[in-house]
């Protein structure tokens, strides 16, 4: 379901109301909430983006603590932030491959020519520990034509080996620099069909490239998914959201790696990809400034 199907919720950085919820509606049956329904699962959608919210005004080390609120048997990997910026580094995140460094903007990865830059998360995501992932990332993409700065949820199988099956794939951001179309992308894939199942295309912001802009989702396997595409400032310029509910969509329900990463897309044989007129031979980079991932509850 499109955001223009029924209003754009409150921002929850600015409506202190949204850190309310009906206890019931956090009540789990396993790893899985009981109540699955839109409405339920949409509440919680904005009481946890509430709460990473006043994490990140509040303390950027730890969560603040709502026992009344959470289940009894929360589980799951934590609230892991980590900030690139000022030259940072993070335990959390191992570069598999390509050049990338600590920078003063953030994380930088490099594509030169038609070389490729990743790094993964180190731990699965979307998996029966949790009842909810969320993940929001703070980047600048690489401006220039032919390159894709990307921070994608796949499933290993294809990870390694796009061309050999279709799988279970949230691309958070897929970043075009591109002269002719600059945009931002999201996309969901189902495991085993070849078309999304899921999509919505930004433009970029003026100042293609150089602006360092936020991206997020909530998920729930199987169940729920919202996207969020924010301003420098703030400012929700977009929303997605789907339902495994009958009618409306599909969300992926399969255990996935979380990458971030820049790559030549004028060396793909995908029809599919709007390629522009040549691909920038010099040295493109993109900056990973922030990434939280938070599955607690």
Same mark, same amino acid.
């Given at each position: 379901?499109?955001? =223009? ?11 202190? *109301? ?9 009540? $789990?049956?396993?790893? *899985? !909430?009981?109540?699955? +329904? ?7 959608? *904005?009481? !946890?983006?509430?709460?990473?919210? #006043?994490?990140?005004?509040? %303390? ?8 009344? $609120? ?21 335990? %959390?995140?191992?570069? @598999? ?27 699965? $995501? ?28 796949? @499933? #290993? ?17 897929? !970043? ?16 085993? #069909? ?19 802009? +936020? ?8 169940? !729920?998914?919202?996207?969020? $595409? ?10 997605? %959201?789907? +339902? =495994? ?53």
């Amino acid at each position: 379901m499109s955001s =223009s199907e029924r209003p754009a919720p409150p921002d929850p950085a600015t409506d202190p *109301a949204l850190l309310k919820i009906d206890p019931s509606l956090l009540e $789990l049956d396993g790893h *899985a !909430y009981k109540d699955r +329904s839109l409405p339920a699962a949409a509440q919680r959608a *904005a009481y !946890y983006r509430a709460r990473a919210a #006043q994490f990140l005004a509040v %303390d950027s080390r730890a969560a603040p603590a709502e026992p009344a $609120l959470m289940a009894a048997s929360a589980t799951g990997i934590g609230n892991h932030y980590a900030d690139f910026s000022n030259f940072g580094t993070s335990p %959390d995140w191992t570069p @598999e491959y390509g050049t990338q460094e600590p920078g003063g903007e953030g994380w930088i990865m490099h594509s030169q020519g038609n070389t490729s830059s990743r790094m993964m998360f180190n731990q699965s $995501l979307n998996d029966p520990s949790s009842p909810h992932t969320m993940v929001r990332v703070w980047m600048r993409g690489a401006p220039d034509n032919g390159k894709n700065s990307y921070v994608s949820l796949i @499933e #290993q199988p294809c990870a390694d080996n796009p061309g050999n099956s279709f799988c279970d794939e949230i691309d958070i951001v897929e !970043y075009y620099g591109q002269t002719s179309a600059q945009r931002s992308e999201f996309t969901v894939h189902r495991n085993g #069909q070849r078309d999304n199942v899921g999509f919505m295309k930004w433009p970029s912001p003026t100042n293609p490239g150089h602006i360092q802009t +936020s991206y997020a989702i909530y998920l729930e396997p199987g169940n !729920y998914l919202s996207w969020s $595409l924010y301003a420098p400032n703030g400012l929700t310029l977009g929303t997605w %959201d789907t +339902s =495994s509910t009958p009618g409306f969509g599909y969300v992926p329900s399969r255990s996935m790696n979380l990458y971030v990463g820049i790559w030549d897309i004028g060396s793909s044989l995908n029809s599919n990809v709007d390629n522009p007129p040549g691909s920038f031979t010099g040295d493109s980079w993109m900056a990973l400034s922030a990434i939280q991932v938070w599955t607690d509850f």
